[in-house]
């Protein structure tokens, strides 16, 4: 990609103001060395602070193995091992956040909603530098909810957060599907810093990432590292029929088997993910996010610019494929809320009685019904047998009422 950091803008912006020529040369020359060293470097080496105080025990330190397991297990909490889940979800949407919190409570996971934002309501001075003509409201008030959920994470005291749209499907084994990708990541082959003393003790995915893209509806690796993926076998993989073709091409490229396709995920650096639909941040990937997405500007749809400042390795994540949450489709024009109503499409489409999602085996929207199946009249046949109408009178001779 051509996307190239800090944007001209900033460099010429920064020589403007100098009017001495002495100052302005040395000033220039100061700039110019900030600026190659923001290139080449961390630009901003923020001390990654662990808010919890870490302890002191120095336990487990040589025993790797068994603490895996046990800090895997946290996947299995209400928040799958993160500190917290979130979603976004217009504020008029309460069609979705009903469906969210439904289908949430139903698999053990807790949600807390934040706001969708419509973009037309950003204030001209709050809108970010180098904003693209193009970018549509929608587009922008999209950035904004979740530029509103990366701050959200900051102010709170956490470790992880999981960003979730208000679309989403995942498998009714969501947890399981989580435990074992965390045991994958606190052996993760792919890291670039090696694992702290907080990482081993309280973090099941690591915190060596910016984001961990775990719902995209797209999705390609760098085309010159196709030797940098790590796989493993999942018992909860989606059929072959419902992963999408362009992840699929991705394996291969890594030069998987249709067999492989069809029983590994693979976990890989980011570089192409597309939608927004499910992805988990540290506290490191929100201030970079904020910064890159933010206060240096917005360059492109919110999903396209965190790929692009991936490209240019400014953020660094992992991507999960094929990934464990799925978009939950009607087919109709409730499916989007970047669209108006579509002359002669339907607004319901089949409805959540007919919809479906890809690259989830058991999907926890479908399987509501069953897990909430009562069965109410057939069960009072079996436990309270009709009683004739002359028992009913013979009972109520000897002043008997009710059901005995
Ligand atoms: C789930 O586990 C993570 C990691 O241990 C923790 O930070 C989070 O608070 C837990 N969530 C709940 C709801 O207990």
Same mark, same amino acid.
């Given at each position: ?11 010429? #912006? ?6 001495? *020529? ?21 630009? /901003?080496? *923020? ?13 487990? +330190? ?8 046990? %800090?895997?297990?946290?996947? =299995?909490?209400? &928040? ?21 919190? *439904? ?17 037309? +309501? ?60 965390? %045991? ?7 890291? *670039? ?27 390609? #690796? ?31 490229? /890594?030069?998987? &088997?249709? =067999? =492989? ?20 941040? +540290?506290?490191?990937? #929100?201030?970079?996010? %904020? ?19 991936? =490209? ?28 108006? /109503? ?27 019904? &069953?897990? %909430? ?10 436990? /309270? ?9 013979? #009972? ?9």
């Amino acid at each position: 990609m051509t996307t190239t950091f800090p944007p001209k803008q900033l460099i010429y #912006a920064g020589r403007r103001p100098f009017i001495l *020529l002495a100052a302005s040369v040395s000033v220039t020359v100061a700039i110019f060395f900030i600026i190659v060293s923001a290139i080449s470097l961390d630009p /901003f080496p *923020l001390p990654l602070r662990p808010l919890i105080k870490t302890s002191t025990t120095g336990a487990d +330190t040589d025993s790797k193995m068994p603490h895996t397991f046990a %800090l895997a297990t946290a996947a =299995q909490n209400e &928040s799958l091992g993160f500190g917290e889940i979130v979603y976004i979800s217009m504020p008029y949407r309460t069609d979705r956040q009903d469906a969210m919190n *439904l289908v949430a409570s139903t698999t053990g996971i807790k949600l807390k909603l934040i706001p969708g934002v419509d973009g037309s +309501t950003i204030h001209e001075k709050a809108k970010p530098d180098f904003l693209p003509e193009n970018l549509t409201p929608s587009a922008l008030g999209c950035w904004r909810a979740h530029a509103d959920a990366w701050r959200y994470m900051l102010d709170s005291n956490l470790e992880s957060l999981l960003i979730l749209e208000d679309d989403v499907d995942w498998d009714i084994n969501i947890h399981e599907i989580m435990e074992h990708l965390s %045991l994958e990541m606190q052996n993760n082959p792919l890291r *670039l810093d090696p694992q702290t003393e907080r990482e081993r003790e309280a973090a099941p995915y690591g915190l060596d990432w910016d984001f961990l893209f775990l719902g995209h509806c797209l999705d390609s #690796a760098n085309p010159d590292r196709n030797d940098l993926f790590h796989m493993y076998k999942d018992n909860n993989m989606p059929e072959r029929e419902s992963q999408i073709h362009e992840m699929k091409d991705m394996e291969r490229r /890594f030069g998987l &088997s249709e =067999q =492989q396709i069809s029983e590994y995920r693979t976990l890989s650096p980011t570089w192409f993910p597309a939608c927004t639909m499910s992805y988990a941040i +540290t506290r490191r990937g #929100a201030q970079r996010l %904020l910064m890159w997405l933010s206060y240096m500007g917005l360059n492109a749809p919110v999903d396209n610019d965190i790929a692009f400042k991936a =490209q240019s390795g400014h953020l660094h994540g992992y991507d999960l494929n094929p990934p464990p949450f799925g978009a939950w489709r009607v087919q109709g024009s409730k499916d989007s809320d970047n669209q108006e /109503f579509e002359e002669g499409k339907p607004l319901a489409g089949e409805g959540n009685r007919g919809g479906f999602s890809l690259n989830v085996r058991n999907s926890a929207r479908k399987r509501l019904a &069953s897990l %909430l199946y009562a069965d109410t009249w057939n069960r009072y046949e079996k436990m /309270f047998p009709k009683k004739s109408d002359e028992e009913v009178a013979a #009972a109520k001779s000897e002043g008997k009422m009710g059901y005995r």
